[in-house]
């Protein structure tokens, strides 16, 4: 069986493993130069670094036995963050209950409001009830109106722009549960995983095991047209040829799908309502560290980015030759921003950290590298239970995995895991 894989994120090469294992002949096109997807890598100083900012959770189940399957498991190290808000011109720590309670922005019984929903989050077994309700109303109805409007408004708006005020309560309930999953048993303590070399050690392992197999990896092969021909088969159409297949795996976003691919109007249809973010990221190396926060979350409008996440202060400095900083935004594919040149945005995004740390300096900079995502986070609106595509298409030996078929999970490296281990089992019949 010839099957080929569009897109070299860890989702399509966790279903190339487990197809090429099982005995198909896997070939991976790839549109850009490198693979791995959001979870590809650049290098600084001697080391591989994550092209956007990763780390797992111990919850994480998926991928850490994949890499113990792999035997790459001894690469993920576990790491304790602090963390920061950054609100009305103020940094407060923000990592443990004790920093919630000192947390003055809001009163006193909104903070343990807010800590209640938090902890029951966890307790929430069935979300269904949670589909039908904004993210903004659960908030409000669990956690009062001041929590929202200065703490959660800020971060929704940053995380999904224009459509802050649409996200389905099950997103929000879910990255609460996620956060209290990541302190294990000692509540007091966050624990977060990185691999060394990144993330990109676990793609680059998948890469080898589907290449002993035989497969193939194609980059700079952007699929530009798929379609059934009169055989039977499937076509992949590219700049470098016309590939020919038994079975599609798609792992981008739908709306490319229905872009490059004829399909019945319905399903069409259904495909471009599944809207995502784009995601800026400038990656800075800095002479200087900013502070000694992991995770600062940027809850602040007059300032162009959502998230300063200084990686060396989780991982060290490794052989990075400097002080890593990510600083990160989400907006939509159409905001003026997104569109703005290299210069500019790394220029706005500069003026924001002035305002966090008025003591920084620009010659604290060795090297800025500004890197866009056109499909980085779909957005969760309400009942999306019932938007959500199958794996299966209504074309046969087409299939589709892509970040907007998780769910109620957040999208995530252990789910792109699990979605291509799901995509693999139904296209062998499991
Ligand atoms: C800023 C940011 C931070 C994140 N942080 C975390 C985190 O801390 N922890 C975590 O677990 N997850 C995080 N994630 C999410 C995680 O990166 C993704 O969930 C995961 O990498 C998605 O993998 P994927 O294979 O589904 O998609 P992708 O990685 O997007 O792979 C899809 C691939 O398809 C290729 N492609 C698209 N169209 C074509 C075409 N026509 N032909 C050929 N190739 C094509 C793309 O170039 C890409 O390589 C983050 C994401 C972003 C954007």
């Given at each position: ?42 290098r600084a100083g001697n080391e591989n670094l ?147 070399g ?119 400095m490794k052989e990075y030759g400097s ?108």
């Amino acid at each position: 069986m010839r099957t080929a894989i569009i897109g070299s994120g860890l989702t399509g090469l966790t279903a190339g493993y487990r197809l090429a294992r099982a005995g198909h002949h896997i070939e991976v096109f790839e549109q850009n130069e490198f693979a791995g997807g959001l979870a590809s890598a650049i290098r600084a100083g001697n080391e591989n670094l994550d092209r956007f900012y990763h780390h797992i959770f111990v919850s994480d189940s998926d991928l850490i036995s994949l890499s113990e399957e792999l035997n790459i498991d001894g690469t993920i190290n576990w790491y304790e963050p602090k963390n920061a808000i950054f609100l009305g011109n103020c940094l407060y720590p923000f990592t443990t209950p004790v920093d919630l309670i000192r947390f003055k922005p809001i009163s006193i019984f909104s903070r343990i409001r807010m800590g209640m929903t938090v902890l029951n989050a966890k307790l929430i077994r069935d979300y269904r009830h949670l589909e039908s309700v904004t993210a903004r109303d659960w908030i409000i109805k669990h956690s009062g109106k001041d929590t929202y409007e200065k703490i959660f408004a800020p971060l929704l708006c940053s995380k999904f722009d224009t459509d802050a005020d649409d996200i389905s309560g099950t997103w929000i309930w879910n990255k609460f549960k996620l956060r209290g999953s990541s302190r294990g048993k000692n509540f007091f303590k966050e624990k977060l995983g990185y691999m060394d070399g990144g993330f990109i050690t676990l793609a680059n392992a998948l890469i080898g095991k589907i290449s002993e197999y035989g497969g193939v990896i194609r980059l700079n092969a952007r699929a530009e047209r798929i379609e059934k021909a009169a055989n039977g088969k499937w076509h992949v159409f590219t700049q470098k040829g016309i590939f020919e297949y038994d079975t599609i795996l798609f792992t981008c976003a739908p709306q490319v799908l229905a872009e490059i691919c004829r399909l019945p109007e319905d399903y069409e249809r259904h495909l471009n309502a599944l809207r995502y973010k784009s995601n800026l990221c400038l990656l800075l190396e800095l002479s200087k560290s900013l502070s000694s926060y992991y995770w600062i979350t940027v809850s602040q409008k007059d300032i162009p980015f959502v998230l300063m996440i200084e990686h060396t202060n989780l991982v060290g400095m490794k052989e990075y030759g400097s002080h890593i900083v990510y600083l990160s935004r989400y907006l939509d594919l159409e905001n003026q921003l997104f569109n703005a040149s290299d210069n500019e945005i790394t220029g706005k995004f500069i003026s924001g950290i002035k305002k966090v740390f008025p003591d920084f300096k620009e010659e604290y900079i060795l090297r800025a590298r500004l890197h866009r995502a056109r499909f980085a986070q779909p957005v969760i609106t309400l009942n999306y239970n019932n938007l959500m595509p199958g794996i299966k298409t209504p074309l046969e030996g087409l299939y589709l995995a892509s970040m907007a078929q998780i769910h109620p999970e957040d999208r995530g490296l252990n789910y792109s895991v699990q979605l291509g281990e799901a995509a693999a089992k139904t296209i062998l019949g499991g």
